[in-house]
């Protein structure tokens, strides 16, 4: 776990280098993807790491999914990844900047849904798709 997405993630909040980037000064910022990090994960180290990375960009970040829905990051019974092994998570995001973008619609594609349309042989994805709507607020 220590190569995983959101330990690079972590590590550019962390550094000056990169998170003048990553939050710039208007926050007119839209991060988006497969972040391979989930609150349903149960290790410690798992949470510990989760817990660490939504405190690192709850000021300046918002999930469009959590906000639009009205949950907490982690409160959410959809999922957006299927393993193998029958487990499932939410590890795919759109966090945009605060007061910077108005939410007009976010969603998850259902499994069922996104299944039957044959993405993950047709795409290459094994997730659902995660979708927000969104205006830059002027």
């Not at 000021?59 to 982690?74: P, Q």
Request: with cysteine; aromatic share 18%.
């Amino acid at each position: 776990q220590n190569e995983d997405y959101l330990m690079f993630v972590l590590n550019a909040v962390k550094d000056p280098e990169y998170s003048q980037y990553l939050f710039p000064a208007d926050n007119k910022v839209i991060w988006l993807g497969d972040f391979n990090w989930s609150a349903q994960l149960t290790s410690s180290f798992a949470q510990k790491k989760f817990k660490e990375f939504e405190q690192g960009i709850s000021e300046k970040l918002s999930s469009a999914y959590h906000e639009f829905n009205n949950f907490a990051l982690g409160t959410e019974e959809i999922r957006t990844f299927f393993d193998t092994r029958a487990r499932a998570y939410f590890n795919d995001y759109i966090f945009v900047g605060k007061n910077a973008f108005e939410i007009e619609s976010a969603f998850v594609g259902s499994e069922k849904e996104w299944a039957l349309t044959d993405c993950d042989r047709t795409y290459s994805s094994d997730h659902c798709p995660v979708m927000a709507e969104v205006n830059l607020v002027h």
